[in-house]
């Protein structure tokens, strides 16, 4: 049944009130990347340590090209990016010296940070190198640090980076479980050290995501985008121990900061 011109300008009446609104909440959205000032803080699993080509400048913070937050950058040409992140860095080593790029115009912020201060790097250390016994101990001892001090330390950290960017999106990423049960590893860590390493590596991210919530930041979890390619896995995007590059051990390859970081980084952005 044909319209009746009455009908038929009513109706294009109405489509043209909606594409006016349309375009006027449009012209409101959102500004585009390319007007984003983005700063990159935290660890080496922001630097990138573990994926190589490291930008000599960096010196021992080893920041890197194939580190998420410069992949972010490269993919998105934000209007300004820096990264201060550095390898070793501790929620102290943040505050006291990676804010300077933050201010009133910042419009986003990635981190990671928190394993440094719960002693993971000692953890796998002790576990690599001793009794199955003291490895459980030392677990323990981290979570109890998890439990006790980290929040606090997480509060200062977050509670800095809000004053000094207070309109930025803040994006808090987690760490990755380590290692597959029951997978392709012959030699090694018990499934058992395995199973309390990936225990504890879960505690300390529901510790932070907690941290991250309650002031208001996004917390993106990075464990569900590495199953499938943790140490032991076949296909890992985790370095085991490397004993001619040990600070690399336990950190995500190229592969890892492209194909694990970086989109769950993109998505929460």
């Given at each position: 049944m044909k319209l009746s011109r009455i009908t038929a300008f009513s109706a294009s009446l109405l489509l043209g009130a909606v594409l006016a609104l349309t375009g006027a909440a449009s012209a409101h959205a959102a500004p585009t990347v390319a007007a984003v000032d983005y700063v990159a803080l935290g660890d080496s699993y922001s630097s990138g340590v573990g994926s190589g080509g490291y930008d000599s400048a960096s010196g021992?913070?080893?920041?890197?090209?194939?580190?998420?937050?410069?992949?972010?950058?490269?993919?998105?040409?934000?209007?300004?990016?820096?990264?201060?992140?550095?390898?070793?860095?501790?929620?102290?080593?943040?505050t006291a010296g990676q804010l300077t790029p933050l201010n009133s115009g910042t419009d986003l912020v990635s981190?990671?940070?928190?394993?440094?201060?719960?002693?993971?790097?000692?953890?796998?250390?002790?576990?690599?190198?001793?009794?199955?016994?003291?490895?459980?101990?030392?677990?323990?001892?981290?979570?109890?640090?998890?439990?006790?001090?980290?929040?606090?330390?997480?509060?200062?950290?977050?509670?800095?980076?809000?004053?000094?960017?207070?309109?930025?999106?803040?994006?808090?990423?987690?760490?990755?479980?380590?290692?597959?049960?029951?997978?392709?590893?012959?030699?090694?860590?018990?499934?058992?050290?395995?199973?309390?390493?990936?225990?504890?590596?879960?505690?300390?991210?529901?510790?932070?995501?907690?941290?991250?919530?309650?002031?208001?930041?996004?917390?993106?979890?990075?464990?569900?985008?590495f199953t499938g390619h943790e140490i032991c896995s076949g296909s890992a995007w985790l370095h085991s121990l490397n004993v001619l590059s040990v600070s690399e051990s336990y950190h995500p390859t190229a592969a890892g900061q492209s194909g694990g970081y970086l989109p769950v980084f993109a998505s929460a952005a």
């Open positions: 021992d913070c080893k920041r890197t090209p194939r580190a998420y937050p410069a992949l972010w950058a490269t993919a998105n040409k934000p209007a300004t990016f820096a990264s201060t992140a550095c390898s070793g860095a501790r929620t102290s080593d943040v981190i990671t940070v928190g394993g440094n201060d719960a002693g993971f790097s000692d953890v796998m250390t002790t576990c690599v190198l001793q009794s199955q016994a003291t490895c459980l101990a030392r677990i323990a001892t981290a979570r109890s640090y998890v439990d006790s001090t980290l929040p606090g330390r997480l509060d200062s950290v977050y509670t800095a980076i809000k004053a000094k960017a207070p309109a930025a999106r803040v994006v808090v990423l987690g760490y990755p479980r380590f290692y597959k049960i029951g997978g392709s590893c012959l030699a090694g860590l018990s499934d058992t050290v395995r199973t309390a390493i990936n225990g504890a590596s879960d505690y300390l991210n529901a510790a932070t995501a907690k941290r991250a919530a309650d002031h208001g930041f996004t917390f993106a979890e990075v464990a569900g985008a």
